[in-house]
């Protein structure tokens, strides 16, 4: 068939024509996929971030994203209320009060669930939070006994959270385990550089790890002096270094800023009612005056101060008697109401044994007694029907003294 040129034209128009139609359609149908896809993608976007970013914030992780406050920005730590009021700025901030507590403790020994490695580190945020409503109503001063599991770092957030100041000893613990001591080590300095030192009462290199014969004395020493150094060269030579033992106190002693001491009347086997006087003695005897001829016999012109790190009544089970002392309910109210007020007036520093049962130290220690020193229960519930109530000062940020009684100088 013959075709004129106009005519061929024209059909080749409509080919090209019918091709460019065919390639925009796919084009389009392209475009169309490709605006699927990328919804789809945006969907699954939107919800991740929906669920991790409210953890994110909850959890201070993007307050350098956006001109938050970050604990490295302040190097001394944060600043919290002045007055008793339990209002702040952050998620937890607002609690109620409860009408038994009153902060009429000097410092409280406090472990939080789930701090033991050996269990599997199940400390949660939460949790310390919830721990530290009641404590911060009962006692201005806290005694940690290690930092594994980021206790150190719950307690010190928990704090910032709940924008509430308390004093903390942190102690770096020692058992014997060169990879233990180095991982709690290396967590301190991190805790140090989060959250500055005003929370910072004191640092114990070890609790009882002479007494258990975990380390020597020399090694010991070592530590201390080490962990001195570096707080000095960091700017923070005014924090208090020391270890929770006066065993080998002769070699120790020099090194130490303060002398502390485990001092349990339930183990003197002694009855509760004799248990406040067996203490104070105790400590005057034992503890304070050895530190003080020690002092004078090495030329040591200040007189270092001594506390009690621990003294307590475990409440169970009541067939494990030591000599005249029975666990029970009653005979731990019976010391509540005997020591705390009184220790507050005669000034004697001391760490109340402890802040709720454990549990799991029946199965670390193979000692039943052990799991049951609190005042509250595993579940916080309060174990007495009545606290005592001499109220002390809030905590001070960068407070580290200590006061010392009367009877230690007559």
Not at 45 to 50: D, E, H, I, K, N
Not at 130 to 157: A, F, I, S, W
């Amino acid at each position: 068939m013959n075709m004129s040129e106009d005519e061929l034209q024209k059909v080749v128009d409509q080919t090209i024509g019918s091709e460019e139609t065919a390639q925009e359609k796919k084009r389009t149908k392209r475009c169309g996929w490709g605006i699927k896809v990328t919804a789809i993608v945006v969907l699954i976007l939107l919800g991740v971030l929906a669920g991790v970013l409210p953890f994110l914030f909850k959890n201070h992780y993007l307050d350098f994203v956006f001109g938050g406050d970050t604990s490295n920005n302040r190097p001394t730590g944060w600043q919290g209320n002045d007055t008793d009021s339990n209002e702040g700025h952050h998620n937890n901030s607002s609690y109620d009060l409860d009408p038994r507590l009153t902060r009429s403790f000097w410092g409280i020994d406090y472990t939080p669930n789930g701090a033991q490695m050996e269990y599997g580190c199940s400390i949660s945020q939460d949790d310390v939070v919830e721990d530290l409503k009641l404590l911060h109503q009962l006692t201005p001063r806290l005694r940690l006994y290690g930092l594994d599991c980021g206790q150190g770092y719950y307690v010190m957030n928990g704090m910032k959270t709940l924008n509430i100041d308390m004093g903390v000893i942190l102690t770096i613990w020692v058992d014997g385990n060169a990879t233990t001591y180095e991982r709690q080590y290396n967590a301190f300095w991190k805790l140090l550089d989060q959250f500055g030192a005003d929370h910072i009462s004191g640092v114990s290199v070890g609790n009882e790890a002479l007494y258990r014969e975990q380390i020597k004395p020399a090694e010991l020493i070592e530590r201390i002096r080490n962990v001195k150094s570096n707080l000095k060269e960091r700017g923070y030579d005014h924090i208090p270094v020391y270890t929770t033992d006066i065993r080998s106190l002769p070699d120790i002693m020099p090194e130490e800023d303060q002398v502390l001491d485990n001092v349990h009347p339930f183990f003197a086997g002694v009855t509760v009612d004799q248990a406040p006087s067996w203490t104070w003695k105790y400590f005057k005897d034992v503890v304070i005056v050895p530190t003080i001829r020690l002092a004078r016999s090495k030329g040591i012109d200040q007189v270092k101060p001594a506390l009690i790190s621990e003294v307590g009544w475990p409440t169970a089970p009541e067939s494990r008697v030591y000599q005249g002392a029975v666990p029970s309910l009653k005979n731990l109210e019976k010391l509540l109401f005997s020591f705390v007020c009184q220790s507050n007036q005669k000034g004697v520093p001391y760490y109340w044994f402890e802040f709720k049962d454990a549990p799991w130290k029946n199965a670390t220690f193979g000692e039943p007694r052990e799991a049951f020193w609190g005042l509250f229960d595993k579940d916080r519930q309060l174990k007495v029907p009545r606290l005592p109530n001499c109220p002390l000062p809030l905590f001070k940020n960068g407070d580290v003294s200590v006061p010392q009684p009367g009877f230690a100088f007559q």
